[in-house]
């Protein structure tokens, strides 16, 4: 028999019992569509991680106090502005752009009878180009603002809509637990960060010595919550690694680099990280929907033993007119081949439409590569034909004498 004979044949088998032949391949379909759509928020999710980190620099370095080392890892206030100068003067050199210390705290803004809480930096007007910021209202304080404390502060986007509305918040003037504040400026807009529960635009910027002196973490020593390193680009962020490492482990008086009091982690290390558990995750989730297209091909098989028991007088015919043992074997296989195609293609559609819908109702973008929609298709169509192989092989070996006897 000839493929468009084979494909006729399979055609007519298939639309002679549509039911039957839907439910086969609904194991298929939903096993299909589940792959892709796991598949896709998988990808979606690796891209959005990339795309935030790399919004807010992918050459940046984060040093935090505390050693990875367990002698290390509570070692308190191990973190200075002294250091954070030492940093600076290192500015000129060919690794390191820009350098701002930090100390951060939750606090309640107030204006009139609007409160809400956010985090409030204070740092040094470097800040905004480490963070690779920029301001779209006012301006950002100024180093003569930052030595002597002045009681200014610079809101984020979504802060600023928070407590006005639609107005320029400019020149107005804010509580900042109990402080009055200046508002001098609005930052452009980021979105969240790197962390579901960190959003880039509701947190306000303030002068390193206003925030030391009067807000979040006030004391008398210069203690900083972390040091932010922006190097001159991501080809030099090893260097201004080692060089920041080499530079602290000397302010510390620190020999061995494993005793170090201080981490410095790399924004390039947390794109490694996220999408690594990003993509383990999706393995796992992909294998758990797989187990659908397993019971899918094992439903092909079931149904197609059926349907050789219901044409064995059929397949006994065939053969008294000549028709030989492959012959039969491939009309089977194309029929299983052909649910297999209906089943993969219905499971696309349905992943494609969920790639459109399913953002706007789960806030996380879906993804699906060309290559998962093609690997679908095939992984469908190999899988039909592997469970029916056995069907087909038996429809093959029947006897025609034996067939054309059968009621």
């Not at 290390?72 to 752009?97: F, K, N, Q, Y």
């Amino acid at each position: 028999m000839k493929f468009g004979e084979l494909l006729r044949v399979a055609s007519e088998a298939v639309q002679w019992n549509r039911m039957r032949s839907l439910l086969t391949i609904l194991g298929i379909v939903i096993g299909i569509a589940a792959v892709m759509v796991t598949v896709g928020l998988g990808e979606g999710a690796q891209a959005k991680v990339k795309g935030e980190i790399s919004a807010l620099g992918s050459n940046l370095l984060t040093i935090s106090p505390g050693g990875s080392s367990a002698a290390t890892a509570d070692s308190g206030e191990s973190l200075t502005e002294r250091d954070a100068m030492a940093l600076s003067s290192h500015v000129v050199a060919p690794a390191i752009g820009a350098v701002a210390p930090i100390v951060q705290g939750d606090e309640t803004v107030t204006f009139g009878a609007t409160s809400t809480s956010m985090i409030v930096y204070g740092s040094t007007p470097s800040w905004l180009q480490v963070r690779s910021r920029s301001v779209v209202s006012g301006e950002f304080f100024s180093s003569a603002q930052e030595t002597k404390g002045a009681n200014v502060i610079v809101l984020g986007s979504e802060a600023a809509s928070e407590l006005f509305g639609g107005r320029d918040p400019v020149g107005e003037t804010v509580t900042v637990g109990s402080t009055p504040m200046t508002v001098i400026g609005v930052l452009n807009s980021v979105g969240s960060g790197t962390s579901p529960t960190t959003n880039e635009d509701d947190l306000a910027v303030v002068p390193l010595t206003t925030a030391q002196n009067s807000l979040v973490g006030a004391s008398s020593n210069d203690a900083v919550d972390s040091i932010l390193i922006k190097a001159t680009s991501s080809t030099t962020l090893s260097a201004a690694y080692q060089e920041a490492d080499n530079e602290l482990l000397m302010l510390h008086n620190i020999s061995e680099p494993a005793d170090a009091n201080f981490t410095i982690t790399s924004e390039q290390s947390l794109v490694s990280t996220a999408t690594s558990v990003s993509s383990t995750l999706t393995a796992l989730l992909a294998g758990i929907a797989g187990v659908s297209l397993l019971v899918g091909g094992i439903g092909v098989m079931n149904i197609m033993l059926v349907s050789v028991n219901e044409r064995t007088r059929e397949i006994g015919l065939r053969k008294a007119l000549g028709a030989r043992p492959r012959d039969i074997r491939l009309q089977f296989l194309t029929e299983a081949l052909l649910l297999g195609i209906l089943g993969g293609a219905i499971g696309v559609g349905i992943a494609l439409i969920a790639q459109h819908v399913l953002p706007s109702l789960i806030s996380d973008p879906i993804s699906i590569p060309a290559w998962v929609t093609a690997g679908a298709i095939g992984i469908s169509m190999l899988l039909s034909v592997v469970f029916g192989v056995y069907p087909a092989t038996r429809a093959a070996q029947l006897s025609p004498i034996e067939a054309l006897r059968t009621e």
